[in-house]
């Protein structure tokens, strides 16, 4: 009796008649090398993007030919990313946390570092409906994200706490839009988006929490002439001559707008953990401390808010 023949492997789907995703791959990210750090990882973005495949997808079947067209659209891309435009802006979308995130050059494109805000802001607050040392027993606690962009941390709180009332704030209305959309997207009803410049445009009420990733990167940095941050809107940038314009702001006023055992939380530059604690203990801020992001550089600094 003969053996039975073992199942023939998976079959590549159908393709055209242009080049292999193999070698298109290894073509992008020659051409990348120069001016991105990730130009293998951006060549598989945009090769994805323009096939509406996944990453994995295209490891699971290099030798498969695209369509021409497909190609064309691929190769209109790179040329894009070779000159510089953000990742983010040729795919009109980022991940961050567990969402997907429009992103417009109307908004600064969230950064994996912020995820510590977000992660840190969590653990500061307390159990659904408890509010004991944030608020009034039995309320829901509220938070602030003052500007908020594309919503990242905003919607990313909301989806981790449905229990949270939760206001994001942006003195843009192109911002609030793409927020507004990105809301809508992930299937975030609990965030309330307000048009206002920080504090201004608010009703009077008290948070629990506010958070913000304001802008922090002085006038005159060099930085900002190289990178995505070209292609950015400046106003989500600069603050300043020292970069700490905005976080002095909101660092004065918060406490107006703070419950008792209320935590301010902040992101800034890499060397400005020293000057922003300073800022926040000068203000009257309790248990004040700076937090590393996971490349070492300080990231995020808070403190506690304890009303006489």
């Not at 009109?92 to 908004?107: A, C, H, I, M, S």
């Not at 950064?111 to 309320?139: A, C, D, I, M, N």
């Not at 002085?218 to 002439?225: A, F, W």
């Amino acid at each position: 009796m003969s053996e039975k023949n073992p199942p023939s492997p998976a079959l590549p789907p159908q393709g055209g008649q242009g080049a292999r995703i193999r070698d298109i791959l290894r073509e992008a990210a020659k051409q990348l090398t120069s001016t991105s750090e990730s130009a293998r990882a951006d060549a598989e973005i945009l090769l994805a993007h323009c096939l509406q495949k996944s990453r994995t997808w295209l490891m699971t079947w290099p030798e498969k030919r695209i369509e021409p067209e497909a190609e064309a659209a691929f190769q209109q891309l790179l040329t894009e990313r070779i000159r510089g435009v953000p990742i983010a802006h040729l795919t009109g979308q980022r991940e961050f946390w567990t969402l997907n995130l429009k992103v417009t050059p109307d908004t600064l494109i969230p950064r994996p570092e912020t995820e510590l805000l977000v992660e840190t802001t969590l653990s500061l607050l307390p159990s659904p409906l408890e509010g004991e040392g944030l608020g009034v027993r039995g309320q829901r606690v509220s938070a602030l994200d003052l500007g908020t962009g594309t919503g990242a941390i905003a919607l990313s709180l909301a989806s981790e706490r449905p229990d949270l009332n939760i206001t994001a704030c942006d003195f843009s209305a192109a911002a609030l839009a793409v927020a507004t959309e990105n809301a809508h997207s992930n299937h975030i009803h609990t965030v309330q988006f307000i048009q206002s410049d920080w504090f201004s445009n608010l009703s009077p009420q008290r948070f629990a929490v506010i958070v913000s990733n304001p802008p922090y990167i002085e006038t005159n940095d060099p930085h900002l002439t190289q990178g995505d941050v070209r292609f950015e809107p400046l106003t989500a940038l600069t603050a300043g001559q020292d970069g700490l314009d905005d976080i002095r702001h909101i660092v004065q006023t918060a406490p107006h707008w703070l419950t008792h055992g209320g935590w301010l939380l902040l992101e800034h530059g890499y060397n400005q953990g020293t000057a922003v604690t300073t800022l926040l203990q000068i203000a009257g801020f309790q248990q004040v401390r700076c937090l590393p992001d996971l490349a070492g550089n300080d990231r995020v600094s808070l403190g506690q808010w304890l009303a006489a």
